[in-house]
């Protein structure tokens, strides 16, 4: 932590360098000893900036000119950076943002953890543009901004952006974000539509899942229909809660799958369905967990977490048996149909809840030789002293909260017997400050 001279000039600006940043992409500066928070910049930079919010522990400042720029700098490609919440690291090159997430995941692992990784696992990266492959856009209808506003919150705020693009978004969506908000604009039901959920297979089948409040007049499913059949893309309906959705167009769309094609496996979604964001760090991360796992031919192993089968599938190519545990009955059942689609007989499933107590769980009455975590961003501590008294030799843990991945490393070490034996850092999420992760935990 440094201070620099600060001379305020006549329009109140203030002139300073910056650190660092936050675990949120947010620059960090020192002004007479207090952290001031500043969105857009980068550490090392000189900058001017103007005091926004005063609090007792910090400060909140925007930046008014970059003095001095840092090497890592580059032009954010979006026009709507600095608007949007999507993303917070556009105006850094993806290079050094993988450097960064880096050093958030060691320095967790550090201070929550106390631990350090024997050794440190290479980034996985893939595409910076284009990549994202499910999300959930918010809908808005807003007649003072024109219309209907589709995408992402403001930065800062619980408004949503005026976006006409989104150039992370898979393009047949990301290039069609003006296009959307002109076709609820025109629907008589443009304020009872509050959010699409877009669903992208590999092959890039498209489909959008339109969630309406209320039953949708003929003129507004014409409409739909119109686009879905000008576009190609899929469009899918939701009444109520996620087992209502149905196709509008066409009325037997294609179904989406994400694959693993080094394993001949295909794994079918529902457009609603929980699946990774990032069709190419997803195909480095499974073979990735599989080579840390070390299975062999006659293991038996535990998949926590595992949702549709996306590590289950492929360990049972290995194993002797896979068990998969998932909190989402209705998932479940899709894991059980997967796995039969794809010709696999050693796998079994449950439904359970990992957050409550399931020592009693015939899943947990062992022997295990290998498990897979992956857990939400709250973490697995719940399932680490169950997990330490099968006493498995190998757990792989993956990742989408460094703080949560800290705490549950420490207790794995400190209170369990089991080393960190590596850990690294996946770009799941380029240009945000999402840093995704995996750590293999070791038992001699």
Partial sequence: M???????????????????????????????????????????????????????RYDEGRVEAVLEPSPDRVDPRCPHFG??????????????????????????LARIGEVTPRRVLPALTGPAWGYRRKARLGVKHVPKKGGVLVGFRERGSPYLAVLETCPVLHPAVGERILALCELLTGLRARDRIPQIEVGVSDDDQVALVFRHLDPLGEADRER????????????????????????????????????????????????????????????????????????????????LFCGLGNFTLPLARRAARVTGVEGDAAMVERARANAVRNGIGNTRYFAADLAADVSDAPWLQGPVDRVLLDPPRSGAREMLAPLARLGPQRMVYVSCNPATLARDAGELVHRHGYHLEAAGVMDMFPHTAHVESMAVFTRD
Avoid: Y
């Avoid at 009444?239 to 694959?259: D, N, R, T, Y």
């Fill in 83 to 108: 608007v949007c919440g999507g993303c917070v690291l556009q105006h850094m090159d993806p290079r050094a943002q993988i450097q960064a997430k880096g050093q958030v995941l060691m320095d967790n």
């Fill in 2 to 56: 440094t201070d620099s001279p600060q001379t305020p000039s006549p329009d109140g600006a203030i002139r300073t360098r910056i650190d660092s940043l936050t675990h949120e992409g947010r620059g960090v500066a020192h002004v007479e000893g207090k952290a001031v928070f500043i969105d857009g910049v980068l550490p090392g930079e000189v900058v001017t900036f103007r005091p926004l919010r005063r609090r007792r």
């Fill in 224 to 303: 739909l229909r119109a686009f879905a059949e000008e576009t190609g893309l899929q469009v899918w309906l939701q009444p109520k809660g996620p087992q209502s959705i149905h196709p509008l167009w066409p009325l037997e769309p294609a179904e989406l799958c994400f694959a693993h094609p080094d394993e001949g496996l295909e794994i079918p979604f529902s457009p609603v369905d929980f699946i990774q964001v990032n069709r190419d760090v997803n195909r480095k991360m499974v073979p990735q967990a599989l080579e840390l796992l070390q299975v062999e031919a006659d293991h038996q192993v535990l998949d």
